[in-house]
């Protein structure tokens, strides 16, 4: 089983950049997808971007394109997402999470997702 445990959360102002990191306690397989999701007070879980396992594909939200980059290192068994710009919309729980699906499954549907994380605390003030 792999377990993912993310690091990087905090406080920041509005316009300030965080970068999140997401180890896994095992191999990420190179066959794997990867993806970040994150859920505010009373909302849902929401995907946010997601790397193929081929490193070339990656996709990003509208609300966070232009601003978040994901980007991971199989070597370290660890992917990332470096945040700029941020805005207090973005303040959220950040979640990492594996899928045995090279693609994601194509999709920000959470079934396609095997493994996830805790979770990190995001907070953007104004």
């Known amino acids: 089983q792999v377990l993912l445990e993310e690091s990087g959360g905090g406080s920041v102002q509005a316009g300030g950049s965080l970068r999140l990191s997401c180890t896994a306690s095992q191999n990420i397989l190179d066959s794997d997808c990867m993806g970040w999701f994150r859920q505010a007070p009373g909302g849902e879980r929401e995907g946010v971007a997601r790397?193929?396992?081929?490193?070339?594909?990656?996709y990003y939200s509208g609300p966070v394109k232009g601003r978040f980059t994901i980007s991971r290192d199989n070597a370290k068994n660890t992917v990332y997402l470096q945040m700029n710009s941020l805005k207090p919309d973005d303040a959220a729980m950040y979640y990492c999470?594996?899928?045995?699906?090279?693609?994601?499954?194509?999709?920000?549907?959470?079934?396609?997702?095997?493994?996830w994380g805790q979770g990190t605390q995001v907070t953007v003030s104004s």
């Open positions: 999470a594996a899928s045995r699906d090279a693609r994601c499954g194509g999709s920000w549907n959470t079934h396609f997702f095997n493994y």
């Open positions: 790397i193929y396992s081929n490193f070339n594909f990656k």
